[in-house]
Nanobody, 118 residues
Framework: QVQLVESGGGLVQPGGSLRLSCAAS????????MGWYRQAPGKERELVGR???????DYVNSVKGRFTISRDNAKNTVYLQMNSLQPEDTAVYYC????????????WGKGTLVTVSS
């Protein structure tokens, strides 16, 4: 059974920073992609950034230059460093694991709330 546990959310003022963490436990295959998604009230869930086991990254345009995704393969943990946060970044942030090659199993964390407000 694979579990994802997110941490690091909270309230921050505009222009501030937060670092999210997501630790995966269970059977994690060497081929996998870990990512962060977010869902704001009344909006659909969207990709924020993702990183493969080889370190390739992909970001949504709105966070490029502000957010950085990284991972520690030894700890099966993915991080999201968020800088220059803006009110529009307010959302529940979810961790996603795409585990294995074929077939690929998908797992989600329960989410952590990030609120950017003065």
């Amino acid at each position: 059974q694979v579990q994802l546990v997110e941490s690091g959310g909270g309230l921050v003022q505009p222009g501030g920073s937060l670092r999210l963490s997501c630790a995966a436990s269970g059977t994690i295959f060497s081929i996998n992609t870990m990512g962060w998604y977010r869902q704001a009230p009344g909006k659909e869930r969207e990709l924020v950034g993702r990183i493969t086991n080889t370190g390739s990254t992909d970001y949504v345009n709105s966070v490029k230059g502000r957010f950085t995704i990284s991972r520690d393969n030894a700890k099966n943990t993915v991080y999201l460093q968020m800088n220059s946060l803006q009110p529009e970044d307010t959302a529940v942030y979810y961790c996603k694991l795409e585990n294995g090659g074929y077939p690929t199993m998908i797992y989600w964390g329960k989410g952590t709330l990030v609120t950017v407000s003065s």
